[in-house]
């Protein structure tokens, strides 16, 4: 499809269980981001990667969080041990500009929603 | 104190009435302004941007105070269908790279 694309759409977890969230965004677009939308709250900033790099996860919550994109495209979000803080909306953005060239519009995917029970 | 601050609302009112948000910031260094609309349940989509000259489209006008450090956002002639949360963002360029910071959204709703 033409939009961001995320995967699984619904997970429910067991608390310390690892979970990966699989990310694929616009074709060709350069920046790409992670946040975390609890409910009834605005998305939080978890990690942002231009291409393969990843030059800011300063949002990561805990080391338990953990991101990549290796080949400038797909990007996974795991999460090892999950606890029940953990549950939330984590939405992927993409966009085409890089660094520095930031129009605003982030084309989000439909996010993956995390309990943890 | 959050990096950006809105109202969570909730706003309920009658269709056909202006109704009006504001947004608080708080990094001086903040470069580049959006509001977002959310629809319940889905993904955030770009409603429109944010310039210190204040810019309009259709029934919806964005205003920025660099100086008071906040942005409003105005819907005159409310729709049903303009039901939905209003999140407000925030960009800085820190050391080469975006950070986009959301505000928690106000939620608003629109009875007939």
């Known amino acids: 499809g033409a939009g961001v694309s995320q995967s699984p759409r619904y997970k429910v977890a067991k608390r310390g269980q690892d979970v990966a969230l699989r990310c694929d965004p616009i074709s060709g677009h350069v920046s790409l981001f992670w946040y975390q939308q609890a409910l009834g709250q605005g998305p939080e900033f978890l990690t942002y990667f231009q291409n393969e790099a990843q030059l800011d996860k300063s949002g990561l919550p805990s080391d338990r969080f953990f991101a990549e994109r290796p080949e400038g495209s797909v990007s996974t979000l795991k999460i090892q041990r999950t606890q029940q803080e953990d549950s939330a909306v984590y939405l992927c953005?993409?966009?085409?500009?890089?660094?520095?060239?930031?129009?605003?519009?982030?084309?989000f995917g439909e996010g993956s929603r995390l309990t943890v029970l | 104190r959050k990096e950006v601050e809105q109202d969570p609302g909730p706003f309920n009112v009658p269709e056909g009435a202006t109704v009006a948000f504001n947004c608080t910031y708080s990094n001086s260094a903040s470069q580049s302004f959006f509001w977002y609309r959310q629809d319940c349940r889905k993904e955030p989509k770009l409603l429109m941007s944010v310039y210190s000259s204040g810019n309009e489209d259709g029934r919806f006008t964005a205003q920025l105070n660099r100086a008071s450090q906040y942005i409003s956002l105005l819907i005159r002639d409310s729709k049903l269908s303009d039901s939905a949360t209003y999140l407000c963002?925030?960009?800085?360029?820190?050391?080469?790279?975006?950070?986009?910071?959301f505000g928690q959204g106000t939620r608003l709703t629109i009875n007939p």
């Open positions: 963002v925030v960009t800085s360029l820190i050391q080469g790279a975006q950070k986009l910071v």
């Open positions: 953005a993409s966009s085409l500009a890089g660094r520095g060239l930031f129009t605003g519009e982030l084309f």
